[in-house]
């Protein structure tokens, strides 16, 4: 794979580097994506289980997909595409900042060591009343049905379903340093939920540099300055060893 000498005269010159991320960079730590050819999604209707009513009509299944899904998270691990953007600012002399906006809610890129970390659509770690918004953030016990709160109400994943708001600090902030970067990577997303995907247009309004990752060509190939199609567990650490290379050159 060739990677761009103004790629990477353009990183090391950024003062600003964002990674928005989805489901396919986790895809190789062996957790299914939504849509796609292997997206869980083609076998599964995501209105009958990632909305409220949903939840409401049927808890029991709505819980199923998600404790099934927390023990695939549990089982899995960090990938070199997670360890790469982890290890992104030291790569580059530990100048720019670096800060990673993902829709996913599995918590790979804090356990591969990323610091500054925007989850738009929740965590699955995290749990919540729906009447009274208490938090449940320990191990649910499932052995008397759906986990109910001292209140009565029932417990469910914060996560952000269809029809729901994504938490406002953290979409705040994500469209703060979407407006404030560089260069904006776009790794492992189909880019169609939104308001996530309209984050890269807010960054390409700002003349930040987009560049997408990828397996497939997307909704915004279009957009991207630059894409690269392979897996992100692969290309992401190209991309830090051709920075390594080139430092090592110029000096
Ligand atoms: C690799 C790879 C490898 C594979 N290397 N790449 C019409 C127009 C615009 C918007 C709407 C509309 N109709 C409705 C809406 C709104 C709706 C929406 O966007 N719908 C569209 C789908 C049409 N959005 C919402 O409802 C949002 N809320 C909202 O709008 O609030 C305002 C409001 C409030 C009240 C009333 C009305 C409006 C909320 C969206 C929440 C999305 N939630 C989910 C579930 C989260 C919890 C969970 O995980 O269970 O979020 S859905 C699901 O999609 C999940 C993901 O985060 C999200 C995005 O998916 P992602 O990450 O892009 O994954 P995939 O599978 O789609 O793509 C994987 C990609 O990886 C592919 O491209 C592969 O090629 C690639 N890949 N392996 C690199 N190894
Ligand atoms: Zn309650």
Same mark, same amino acid.
């Given at each position: 794979m060739q990677i761009d000498k103004n790629l990477i005269e353009k990183l090391k010159a950024s003062k600003s580097i964002v990674f928005f991320t989805g489901a396919g960079i986790s895809a190789e730590s062996g957790i299914p994506t939504?849509? &796609?050819?292997? &997206?869980i999604w083609n076998k599964l209707k995501p209105e009958e289980l990632a909305n409220f009513d949903a939840f409401l009509k049927n808890p029991e299944l709505v819980w199923e997909w998600y404790n099934h899904r927390k023990k695939i998270i549990h089982q899995s691990q960090p990938n070199q595409g997670h360890i790469a953007i982890a290890e992104m600012q030291s790569a580059l002399g530990g100048f720019p900042e670096v800060a990673v906006i993902t829709?996913?809610?599995?918590n790979l890129h804090r356990r591969a060591g990323s610091k500054t970390v925007y989850e738009l659509? &929740?965590?699955?770690?995290r749990n919540y009343c729906i009447k009274c918004r208490t938090f449940y953030n320990e191990e649910l016990d499932f052995s008397k049905g759906i986990p109910k709160c001292k209140c009565g109400g029932l417990i469910r994943p914060d996560v952000v379903w269809f029809g729901e708001y994504l938490p406002e600090n953290q979409f705040d902030a994500s469209e703060k340093t979407a407006q404030n970067c560089d260069i904006f990577f776009i790794v492992g997303?189909?880019?169609?939920?939104y308001p996530a995907a309209s984050l890269i247009f807010t960054a390409k309004q700002n003349k930040a540099y987009l560049v997408e990752i990828n397996i497939e060509e997307t909704e915004i190939s279009n957009y991207a300055d630059w894409s690269f199609y392979g897996e992100a567990g692969s290309i992401l650490p190209q991309i830090i060893n051709e920075i390594k290379k080139f430092h090592n050159n110029s000096h």
């Open positions: 939504f849509r &796609g050819k292997e &997206g829709q996913n809610i599995d659509h &929740g965590n699955i770690e997303t189909s880019a169609v939920v």
